[in-house]
């Protein structure tokens, strides 16, 4: 517990060091903070189990060769043009995520973030 505890509060350090109180960052995906604070906030929400989609995102973002995306993030962009994703056929999962993983190589990852954030995902 003290472990998790202590990953939470590195995770809010990280936070702030990188956003602080600002509506628009430009972050370095390279950026050692950065990085750590990704692989939190993976964990996190991998804790947390928000998402009954998750899992299976991560299963496409592996087979599409793209697994240190974070599955929040391509959720988020599916639910702007799907709001039940349960429904959706194989074929069109796919796309999808294909379409997300577009979306945050155009875009970056601290609009996916955000966008994600906005979902309470």
Known sequence: MTELRANHERYQQLKEQLMG??????INE??????E???LTMFFQRLQNLSPYYGKI???LKKFGRPELDPRHIEAY??????A???????QWEEEVMIGI????????????????SYGI
Do not use: Q
């Open 37 to 39: 604070y990704n692989k």
């Open 78 to 83: 599916m639910r702007l043009a799907h709001d």
């Open 102 to 117: 577009g979306c945050i190589d155009l875009e970056g990852i601290m609009t996916a973030e955000r966008l994600a954030e």
């Open 30 to 35: 390279n950026d050692p903070l950065w990085i």
């Open 58 to 60: 991560e299963a496409s």
């Open 21 to 26: 109180n600002n509506s628009f960052v430009i």
């Open 85 to 91: 994703l349960s429904g959706l056929t194989p074929h």
